[in-house]
């Protein structure tokens, strides 16, 4: 009798040691977050040619270590008295092992000079061995690759919109050789003949849509072109001789530039005003309506300070030789 009382105690003990084991085992919290890695400026920046340069600051935090922004270590040098583009690599380690990473290309050039950036302005394309263009707006294509092949061999840099934006702000320098290249209406010739050159040398252009004419080719997504708003539907006259963008009143501008944005299915940041013409009507709808930027047809180049509703463009046309693309551009 005694002998099964000893045993039955033995299995009870033995049941509690297991079952308190198990419950401290899933209990125990198995982190495998890893920690949140914020560095405190953009991951691409352009650095002036033998400036000083100061690594952005970073932060980072973990679910479970709370802030651990000690820990973080980088990877990679800058060196400003040599041009060339750098990688930095931020890295950081939790208690449990969980890691995050993030990189931040830094680009040292010279930077643009007082000249300004150009931002190059065409409309249609056309090939000399099935025809002619029709008036001064159209390039031929093999004119066209000749510069396009030009900017590449010479390592012109493309800003983007923002960096744009940034540069005529202050808050950026652009490269030396930086060129914008943007193409008017959205003509089914611009798809068919100079998309292809600008996939074939890796290089982006803006395509600003007329979008109740060609509001349709924003679906296709296609490498290498970004599209903005040339207005839904008031690239057309009125019965003053000029475009209706100045007869029109606030409310109906304001209600093509939302058409016109919803047709793109994006957030349109950067406008081309039909036939180049504005006034302040026009300019108040585009600030209500979220545009930064507005490009007309006056020529000229865009430079820091610049009104950004009002910004000049140089236009390129079947008459522009090589030799004349090589001095607009640099």
């Known amino acids: 009798m005694k002998k099964r009382y000893i045993v039955i105690i033995i299995i009870i003990l033995a049941g509690a040691i297991f079952v308190f084991g198990n419950k401290g085992e899933n209990n125990k919290i198995i982190d495998t977050e890893p920690p949140q890695l914020t560095i405190n400026g953009d991951e691409k920046k352009i650095v002036a040619y033998g400036t000083d340069f100061t690594k952005d600051s970073v932060t980072a935090t973990d679910n479970l270590d709370g802030d651990i922004t000690e820990k973080v270590f980088i ?9 060339g583009t750098y990688e930095l690599t931020y890295k950081v380690s939790d208690s449990s092992g969980n890691t995050a990473e993030k990189k931040q290309e830094i ?11 150009p931002v ?6 056309y090939d000399k061995l099935k025809g002619e263009g029709k008036d001064g707006n ?3 294509i093999g004119d066209f690759e000749e510069q396009i092949k030009y900017l590449s061999e010479n390592d012109f840099y493309f800003p983007t919109w923002k960096e744009v934006e940034d540069y005529i702000d202050g808050k950026t320098i652009l490269p030396e050789k930086s060129v ?3 193409f008017d209406d959205g003509d089914a010739s ?3 003949l100079a998309v292809p050159i600008l996939q074939k040398y890796n290089i982006d252009g803006t395509s600003f849509l007329i979008t109740s004419w060609y509001g349709y080719r924003a679906q296709e997504k ?3 072109v970004n599209y903005e708003s040339h207005s839904d539907n008031m690239h057309q006259g009125a019965n003053n001789g000029k475009g209706v963008m100045l007869s029109w009143d606030y409310e109906k501008i304001v209600e093509d530039l939302n058409k016109s944005n919803e047709t793109l299915g994006e957030n349109s940041t950067v406008f081309c005003y039909p036939y180049g013409q504005y006034n302040d009507t026009a300019i108040k709808a585009l600030k209500e309506t979220g545009y ?25 046309d079947k008459t522009t030789t090589l030799s004349q693309f090589k001095n607009i551009v640099n």
């Not at 509703?309 to 390129?316: C, Q, T, W």
């Open 107 to 117: 680009m040292v050039c010279k930077p643009l000079g007082e000249k300004g950036l």
């Open 138 to 140: 159209w390039m031929e």
């Open 190 to 192: 611009f798809f068919e």
């Open 180 to 182: 914008v290249l943007t």
């Open 222 to 224: 296609q490498n290498n």
């Open 75 to 83: 990877e990679g040098n800058v060196d400003t008295n040599n041009i």
């Open 292 to 316: 930064k930027l507005a490009f007309t047809t006056e020529y000229g180049r865009v430079k820091v300070g610049s009104n950004k509703y009002v910004l000049p463009r140089i236009r390129m």
């Open 120 to 125: 190059l302005m065409y409309h249609f394309f």
